[in-house]
Structures are given as C-alpha cells and as structure tokens.
C-alpha cells in the first residue's frame, strides 16, 4: 500500500508540473505572437522602397503566409457553402 501512496503523489506531482509547463508554454507563445504582430506592423507600415534585402525577404514571407491563409479560408468557406447547397 504504501507503494500506491507513493506512486499516486508522484503522480500527482508530476501532473503539476506538466500544467506548470503548459501553462509557461502558452504565456511564451503569446509573447512570441505579440512580438511577431508588432514587426509585421512595423513592415506593413514601412516604406518598401527603403526596406533592406533582409527586411525585404521576410516581407515576402509574411506576405506568402497571409496569401496561404487567406486561400485556406476561402476553400473553408466555399466547402461550407457547398455543403449547404
């Protein structure tokens, strides 16, 4: 019996460190997110003709990200409107 007392605190431990963990994943993605929103705004609203190669190339990116998810979206909601028909 006093295996399963120990077993079960363990456990017990562990599974709060693993919420712990889940939850300073979740704050560091946030941070993450709202540190790559405020780029993405500085690039957006920069003036493309003084932007540097780098610069530029990750402008690129970002722009190929939003033409990515936007198609995403207009398939969902094309597939929706089948579905519906």
Do not use: S
Not at 41 to 55: H, K
């Amino acid at each position: 019996m006093d295996d399963v007392h120990r077993f079960n605190k363990e456990y017990l431990e562990l599974q709060q460190y693993l919420d712990y963990e889940k939850k300073k994943k979740k704050r560091f993605q946030e941070a993450i997110e709202k540190q790559m929103g405020k780029h993405m705004m500085r690039l957006l609203n920069a003036n493309v003709i003084e932007l540097g190669l780098v610069d530029l190339q990750e402008y690129q990116k970002w722009l190929e990200i939003v033409d990515d998810l936007v198609k995403e979206m207009v398939n969902k909601i094309l597939v929706q409107a089948r579905k519906i028909t």
